[in-house]
């Protein structure tokens, strides 16, 4: 498997190499800065397929569901950015400002460390659910508000059964790598999300790149991600990604109109 060790220099390495000694706005991003980027996470995920899905009875709500948008990314990020177990990449607005009128006068507020996109990393050997991560998140971010009691009724009870079903999504990753491609050595591309104002620019597609340049200069490392879009899984394969199957999240019992929600298991091999 990848190395924790192996991971972090190789994608050191694949950034000097990227910047050249120049200033470029795309880096490594510290733990100090993780809830700069839960909020572009979160912004890029509000019309997210899979989150609408999970939201259940609550997917009009607009507040509940970045609620629970939020809180969802901040559980699976925490374990890559707080505990240090994997890497978060981020751009930032390489715009020069921007404009603020105030009472005292007008001013041009520097908006260089703003983070605009980011993509959270997590080499083969790590894990983000073990018992300790469970304990740590949820002694700092609580109960998913799904289980909370004054939600139950908003989310509906079948809203926590679909969240406990994502498990699949992990037993599915290591079958596929580990048992059907027998590639134990990857980067899983946990998420990556840029803020929708900044959509459309070029942000994901240089996060992108620098994803693929740390995996060849590896040598031998395949990435993993999952996807929940026709849209996505075709822009995925633009970057040389390839479906390796597809599966129908539906919860026993889910009798909803929106009870299934199809997943894209993609890889890029090495080259």
């Not at 603020?100 to 993509?119: E, F, K, M, P, Y």
Request: hydrophobic share 35%; with cysteine.
């Amino acid at each position: 498997k990848l190395s924790k060790k192996e991971f972090v220099e190789s994608t050191i390495d694949a950034l000097n190499k990227e910047l050249g000694g120049r200033h470029l706005p795309i880096s490594i991003i510290s733990k100090e800065q993780f809830d700069s980027v839960i909020d572009v996470i979160t912004d890029a995920f509000q019309k997210d397929p899979a989150m609408i899905w999970l939201a259940s009875e609550a997917r009009d709500e607009t507040n509940e569901v970045q609620q629970m948008i939020k809180y969802l990314c901040s559980w699976i990020n925490r374990p890559i950015l707080i505990r240090g177990k994997g890497i978060v990449i981020g751009v930032k607005d390489e715009g020069r400002g921007e404009i603020r009128h105030t009472a005292s006068g007008t001013t041009l507020q520097n908006n260089n460390d703003r983070i605009v996109g980011a993509v959270s990393l997590l080499p083969s050997s790590q894990e983000n659910d073990s018992i300790i991560d469970v304990l740590s998140n949820a002694l700092s971010l609580g109960i998913p508000p799904m289980h909370k009691s004054r939600w139950k009724k908003l989310y509906g009870p079948i809203s926590a059964q679909r969240l406990d079903y994502t498990d699949i999504l992990k037993k599915k990753q290591k079958h596929i790598m580990l048992q059907t491609l027998k590639h134990p050595k990857f980067i899983y591309v946990q998420q990556i999300g840029v803020l929708t104002e900044f959509q459309g620019k070029g942000v994901g597609k240089k996060l992108l790149n620098m994803v693929i340049q740390i995996a060849e200069s590896l040598g031998d490392t395949a990435l993993y991600l999952e996807t929940e879009s026709e849209e996505n899984e075709s822009l995925y394969k633009h970057f040389g990604f390839k479906t390796i199957e597809t599966i129908d999240m539906v919860v026993p019992g889910d009798n909803h109109t929106d009870a299934k929600q199809t997943m894209w298991l993609m890889v890029r091999a090495p080259k």
